[in-house]
């Protein structure tokens, strides 16, 4: 068997920690582009199962949309939201449809960065496979948190396409929703992968769903307006990951601009930022055994 | 007249350390890899081979020592300091299958060679060889779950190949084969080795060392308790031949007359093992019972291994 010859990698060396001492998990992300032939992994599996995983992503909050939003909607009247331009009254399908395709956008990103990167992770092996490769965990954690992401965006952009075909909302502004909800995408992501990183299997994963995600959806202002919940609850879900996406999609919906856009903003990228940071020294940890 | 060096090894390991805890469970390892050898290393379970292939692998750090590969002329590199420009060079065939279930073997092949970093023209270039030497022509469409366990390993060894290594570090590479698809794999293998690339190997199976490796390593406790050529080991450490006795009463022989004619005698279970140099006398002997029932043979790696390592059941094996 005649193999051509490789040719050299062109990467730059890129050094590890040389000893077990030195390796703390906490030490800082060493991402690289090598993340990328994981990313693309995981987009050729996808391509292989996309129609019926994306009747999956979208049927379900579409029903809710449907039901509630006209159902529950012909009860509710009309809301006020804030807006950077003061209160603003708007239909209960349009509240209710710019909060929801936020929860999509999380749920989506959760179910992808918890079952699916634990199938990878833990049950077919896949990344120790790929670590045998010259691709760093670190690299495999990034393409996973993107990969969940990019569900996450892919997800919404179908939800969204729905809802302008239904007339709900035709806000040029909602241009401008799309890059948030990727960012929303990325938070939840990196937030689910630290429970991935803790997981010992997929039922650990029911108490982030029952404890951490449904709770947070009834506390966002998805359903209904957070002006409802005591001042002390109300005070503490400013701060909730999904309040901000909430907070940041709406008025977009709405053709208005958010009243604390760039706070709202940085609470996502916080997040991110500081739970992948979490997820990778847990991943490590894992990994280290 | 030559220009060639002498030739340095490929791998070379020396002072190797790893703790787990309060657990030590490499101590102090050394050995090194030269080109075109197979080095097997073999021991009981929990002796620390995975550990040190995984060390190898940078996929753990080491407490102590030095991990050196000289894959290619004049440089040399250390591990885990530069995993990724090694990894480049190396080819891996873990203890688990770790194969994407969702692809085609085509399809399993070309996404591990991206992660090498290589054109995906040039990979497709190279999957009708690798597919051929692993036998899997025929499956070239077939996913892993279609696929026997001996095509899993195949598939994975060339998987493995994908970057074209000089050298191929193989955890347990037929573990749980049956002897039709052990025998192709040790075949391939061999091919391999004809070719020129160098093998480490752990294994479990004496036959697999005895047939594959140019060199042994035993290890125990995460210590190196032997190494050499397997013969010279056998030879080294044990009495030329071996005669296993048994049926009613074998037991007793250990205490008895007979036990005198042997070198050694051991014990395992109902069986008993007379090692000596010269089994006429003994043979003779264990002919006036009958109702003894015997095996006379030479001395071989299982001998060796249960001789260093000892016949009790390990509590993780």
């Known amino acids: 068997m005649a193999l051509p010859e490789v040719p050299a990698t062109t990467a730059t060396i890129q050094r590890e920690p040389a000893h077990a001492g030195d390796a703390s998990p906490w030490r800082a992300p060493q991402l690289s582009l090598r993340f990328w032939p994981v990313f693309l992994r995981n987009l050729l599996v996808w391509r292989k199962l ?23 909607g012909a009860l509710v009247g009309q809301v006020t939201v804030q807006t950077s331009g003061g209160p603003v009254l708007v239909p209960y399908i349009l509240f209710l449809a710019s909060g929801s395709i936020c929860m999509s956008a999380m749920n989506a990103a959760s179910f992808e960065a918890l079952y ?3 199938s990878r992770m ?110 002390l609850l109300r005070a503490i879900t400013d701060w909730l990951p999904l309040t901000s996406a909430v907070e940041l999609v709406r008025p977009l919906f709405m053709d208005q601009w958010p009243s604390h856009g760039w706070r709202a903003l940085a609470v996502l990228l916080v997040y991110a930022v500081a739970a992948f940071w979490i997820a990778l020294a847990l991943t490590r940890k894992r990994f280290r055994a | 007249m ?40 073999i021991g009981p379970n929990g002796a620390g081979k995975t550990t ?9 750090a080491p407490d102590g020592g030095q991990i050196d590969y000289a894959l290619k002329p004049g440089e040399v590199l250390h591990m885990p300091r530069d995993a990724m420009a090694i990894k ?48 899997l022509s025929h499956k070239a469409s077939a996913r892993p779950g279609e696929l026997s366990g001996g095509m899993k390993r195949r598939l994975s060894l060339a998987r493995a190949l994908v970057n074209d290594p000089q050298l191929l570090l193989l955890d347990e590479p037929t573990t749980g084969l049956d002897p039709q698809a052990r025998h192709l794999m040790w075949e391939r293998l061999q091919v391999l080795l004809q070719q020129g690339k160098s093998i480490l190997l752990t294994t479990h199976f004496m036959d697999e060392a005895e047939r594959l490796c140019s060199r042994l390593l035993v290890i125990d406790h995460g210590r190196k308790i032997a190494e050499g050529r397997p013969r010279d080991l056998i030879a080294q450490h044990l009495e030329p031949e071996v005669v296993e006795v048994y ?49 006379h043979r030479p001395a071989n790696l299982e001998d060796l291994f249960l001789k260093l390592t000892g016949r009790q059941i390990r509590e993780d094996g």
């Open chain 2, 52 to 60: 040190t292939i995984r060390m190898c692998l940078g996929l753990s």
């Open chain 1, 122 to 231: 833990h049950v077919q092996k896949t990344w120790d496979g790929i670590m045998n490769a010259p691709v760093r965990l670190d690299d495999i954690v990034l393409a996973e948190m993107l990969w969940a992401s990019f569900k996450a965006v892919f997800t919404a952009t179908a939800i969204l396409g729905v809802m302008l075909a239904l007339g709900i909302s035709h806000s040029p502004k909602l241009l401008l929703a799309w890059p948030v909800l990727l960012v929303a995408g990325v938070t939840f992501s990196c937030i689910a992968l630290i429970f991935n990183a803790l997981a010992k299997g997929y039922d650990f994963f029911t108490y982030y769903f029952t404890l951490f995600l449904t709770p947070m959806m009834f506390l966002s202002g998805i359903f209904f307006p957070r002006e409802q919940l005591p001042p």
């Open chain 2, 88 to 135: 480049a060079r190396l080819g891996v065939v873990s203890q688990i299958d770790t194969l994407d279930p969702d692809f085609s073997c085509e399809e399993n092949l070309l996404v591990y060679g991206r992660y090498f970093g290589l054109r995906d023209a040039q990979i497709r270039a190279r999957i009708p060889a690798l597919l051929q030497f692993a036998s």
């Open chain 1, 50 to 72: 996309a129609i019926p995983s994306l009747v999956g992503n979208i049927a379900e909050p579409l029903m809710w949309l449907v039901a509630f939003g006209y159902g529950l």
């Open chain 2, 247 to 295: 049926g009613m009463g074998a037991t007793a022989l250990q205490e008895g007359p007979v036990a005198a004619l042997a070198a050694r005698v051991e014990v395992s279970g109902e069986t008993v093992f007379f090692y000596t140099h010269a089994a006429q006398p003994l043979l003779h002997a264990l002919a006036q019972t009958p109702a003894l029932r015997t095996l």
């Open chain 2, 2 to 41: 030559s220009l060639a060096q002498p030739a340095t090894d490929l791998l070379k390991v020396s002072g190797l350390c790893k703790r787990f805890g309060a657990n030590t469970v490499v101590d102090d390892l050394a050995f090194a890899i030269a080109p075109g050898e197979c080095l097997g290393v």
């Open chain 1, 116 to 118: 699916s990167a634990f």
